[in-house]
């Protein structure tokens, strides 16, 4: 063999070499299934890589920034190497908890920069390159500075609007996605009966109907688990179970309620969210009937897996696997808690200490190595989905289109659709636009105080409060502001200021309320709720952590209210609150009254296009209000018999649950019930604007079942819809009935149809039934 014979073999040699070296291997070959990509690489990962897979760490110090540069950290490669980490949480978050601002924190493009240097660092220099999911929190618009922020779950349940609450959902993963996020923690699903808890604002309020349309419309607007879609998040429904009803209204407190009431009441919402495209479900801190709920594999593993056929997985809340044996103390070790929820059916562990040495129980014999490949398994199907093994980057300048026009558009129409006028004394609103108006009350011109928990640091320009929003209705020269007092500080006031001004005014608007505004004197446990504590004195009364033993006003603001009202001026009330506060007070006394929840970043315009008549008010309340704490759970559907008065006062809640008030009138007439067979009704009537005003309406229709083998809410919302109404005009609203809407949960935990009488209700509020009728199921 000549020299030139050996030299072309050797180069063929080496050419085949590096086509071998190109050739993917099969779950790197975009060409074969999802079942197939998974299969292949499972079979190629050690036990510890994984393990590493079910490990979700915290990520905010995870990056440093260099110039317009963001490069990995040492504390990410050294995680990574030492813990083949598949999953992160809160990279981009920013609040006082993470130390993360306007100063230090990213930019959204920033955020995508980041995002793409960690990606390319865990392809680059793993065994296998798996790519990484990025999971945000993003309950009203993501945390992440330069995003979004809608009003919080509360406020969007007070819209009754899914259609809006699902382009919210949209703007919402785009955004994330823009960023280089993939998982969104929300919609909150929490069935919320205590108003007492910290974070009741981050739900949809008491009603599982309500609950279940709005967090399914979120969860289209998400993306409907179509990971392949560029813009569709991960959806991840909070918190699985029972966590909004503890004892005592306490965070994370035991949760005491009969299996049937869970399975009536508590679990629907999840359902619908999860067949509308849900893809991961979080435990919560709560225990169950003794049971923690990060433990519990009966709601785990035979509802959520077994009898929902759910194909996401299951992410612990943060540390709440720790929780199992420093909290409930239901496990000797934090190895044994972790090794408990994996069985449980908990697939991946925030926090990441748990699941640290799962591979180590697995060599034990503590642990089958089964349970561990189900659990990577069900985490790399959602990443193959989203198409992240293929390209698992961004494009940074696409990211300038996070919090666009339209963005703030739909934010401030939310805002709109929310506020809910509980009182209109003699007309008062809406005020002319030649008055002189004192506006006053710490939740005036208070940006933070109007947007909720889980938001992060903002610029002043992105922030409309009630002030900034008057200002777009009146001269200068016709508006007076007087902050008169803090929420809480009772050392900072004013009151002589605020009556002052108020004398000199037509009308005076006061904003008072609560706040869920972080601050950097607030102290945190671990898991990022706030701990609250006689020597803080923010505004901050609500957000997680900040549960309540009363529900009135704090600080001064009694007082302040009661001097303003001295004045003699018509007084409007608005209350920002992340709970149903006591409204005794201004029910009373104030001309109007409104809640307005926390509104989000567009809530002062909004609140003041509806005082100065611009947008005519139609939202609903989501939640019971309670004239007093000691009526407490006033929830409106409970069940049978019905609540008897107290000695001191009525058990009728101060407004009820659907309630709220317009500038116009509507009359409803005609209901006709057409059956199509034996567990199907068509139902419909006609609703007519009988005001002098456009305006819209909620009409609502309940249902009771006047026999069951199971005792039975007095009345349950079944179905709703918001209507816009020209002013004369007629519309014909109609609804369908179905097995799922008649059906109860037997004595058997079972799910059925039982035939008999059920009286059909349809009005404006579950206490303000228009029309009444009796529909038959027949045996």
């Not at 006047?706 to 349950?716: H, K, N, R, V, W």
């Amino acid at each position: 063999m000549n020299k030139l014979t050996l030299l072309t073999a050797a180069l063929c040699l080496v050419l085949s070499a590096n086509a071998a070296k190109k050739k993917p291997l099969p779950y790197q070959d975009k060409r074969l299934s999802v079942e197939q990509r998974v299969s292949d690489l499972l079979s190629r990962m050690t036990l510890e890589e994984k393990v590493g897979q079910l490990r979700c760490t915290l990520a905010w110090n995870y990056y440093d920034l260099k110039g317009k540069s963001v490069v990995p950290g040492e504390q990410f490669k050294k995680d990574i190497k030492e813990g083949n980490i598949g999953m992160l949480w809160a990279t981009y978050r920013a609040d006082p908890w993470t130390r993360k601002s306007l100063d230090n924190g990213l930019t959204p493009e920033m955020a995508a920069k980041c995002g793409n240097a960690l990606q390319k660092y865990v392809m680059e220099n793993t065994r296998l390159g798996i790519p990484l999911f990025l999971a945000e929190e993003a309950p009203h618009g993501h945390m992440a500075i330069g995003t979004t922020v809608f009003p919080t779950g509360l406020g969007m349940a007070a819209t009754w609007n899914p259609e809006l609450i699902e382009q919210v959902g949209r703007i919402i993963a785009k955004e994330v996605r823009l960023q280089g996020g993939h998982i969104s923690y929300g919609p909150v699903l929490d069935v919320s009966r205590d108003p007492r808890w910290s974070r009741v604002e981050e739900s949809f309020g008491e009603d599982p109907t309500l609950t279940a349309y709005m967090g399914a419309a979120m969860v289209k607007g998400l993306g409907g688990g179509k990971l392949h879609n560029p813009f569709a998040t991960l959806a991840t429904l909070k918190h699985f179970i029972g966590y909004g009803t503890t004892e005592g209204g306490q965070n994370g407190n035991p949760t005491f309620l009969g299996m049937r009431e869970i399975h009536e009441s508590f679990l629907p919402p999840f359902k619908r969210a999860i067949d509308a495209g849900a893809l991961s479900v979080m435990t919560s801190y709560n225990s169950l009937d003794g049971i923690p709920s990060t433990a519990n594999s009966y709601f785990l593993t035979d509802v959520l897996q077994k009898g929902w056929n759910f194909r996401g997985f299951v992410v612990s809340d943060l540390y709440s696997i720790d929780g199992i044996w420093q909290t409930h103390h239901v496990a000797a070790t934090r190895d044994e808690a972790g090794i408990m929820a994996l069985n449980a059916g908990v697939d991946a562990d925030l926090g990441a200490l748990a699941y640290e040495h799962l591979a180590d129980a697995v060599r034990k014999g503590q642990l089958s190595e089964d349970k561990i490949n189900a659990a990577c398994a069900r985490i790399l199907r959602m990443k193959f989905e989203m198409g992240l093994f293929d390209n698992p980057y961004v494009d940074p300048k696409a990211a300038r289109e996070v919090r666009n026009a339209d963005a703030i558009a739909t934010a401030r129409e939310a805002a709109r659709q929310l506020v809910t006028l509980l009182k209109n004394k003699n007309n008062t609103l809406p005020l002319a636009k030649d008055m002189k108006v004192a506006v006053i009350g710490p939740n005036a011109d208070n940006v933070y105080n109007l947007l909720g928990d889980y938001t992060a640091p903002q610029e002043r320009s992105n922030v409309k409060t009630i002030l900034d929003g008057v200002k777009t209705k009146l001269p200068a020269a016709n508006i007076e502001y007087v902050k008169g007092c803090a929420v809480r500080d009772t050392n900072q006031a004013d009151i002589a200021a605020a009556v002052a001004a108020a004398k000199r005014a037509d009308a005076v608007i006061v904003a008072v309320g609560g706040s869920s505004a972080r601050d950097f004197k607030t102290s945190y446990k671990e898991t990022g709720a706030a701990v609250s504590d006689s020597k803080s004195l923010s505004d901050m009364d609500c957000g997680e952590g900040f549960d309540r033993a009363t529900l009135t006003l704090l600080g001064r603001q009694q007082e302040l209210l009661e001097a303003l009202r001295q004045t003699g001026k018509p007084l409007i009330v608005v209350y920002i609150e992340g709970r149903p506060l006591e409204k005794t007070w201004a029910d009373e006394h104030a001309d109007a009254l409104l809640t307005a929840y926390y509104p989000g970043q567009e809530g002062g315009q909004a609140i003041a296009d509806v005082i100065f008549g611009d947008y005519n008010p139609a939202g609903r309340l989501p939640v019971s209000v309670a004239r007093h704490i000691g009526q407490l759970p006033v929830y409106y559907n409970k069940k049978a018999p019905a609540a008897h008065d107290y000695v001191e006062m009525s058990a009728r809640p101060l407004y009820s649950f659907g309630y709220g008030l317009s500038y116009t009138t509507f009359d409803y007439a005609n209901l006709s019930v057409e059956r199509k067979d034996r567990t199907t009704f068509n139902v419909s009537l006609d609703v007519t604007n009988t005001g002098t005003r456009d305006g819209e309406e909620v009409a609502q229709l309940y249902l009771h079942d006047e026999l069951a083998s199971t005792t039975q809410p007095l009345m349950q919302l079944k179905h709703f819809k918001r209507v816009m109404i020209k002013r004369g005009e007629t519309q014909r609203i109609s609804f369908t009935l179905t097995a799922d809407d008649l059906s109860i949960v037997d004595q058997q935990l079972k799910r059925v149809v039982e035939p008999g009488d059920f009286t059909l209700m349809i009005g404006s509020a579950s206490d303000n039934i228009k029309l009444k009728t009796t529909i038959t199921v027949d045996r």
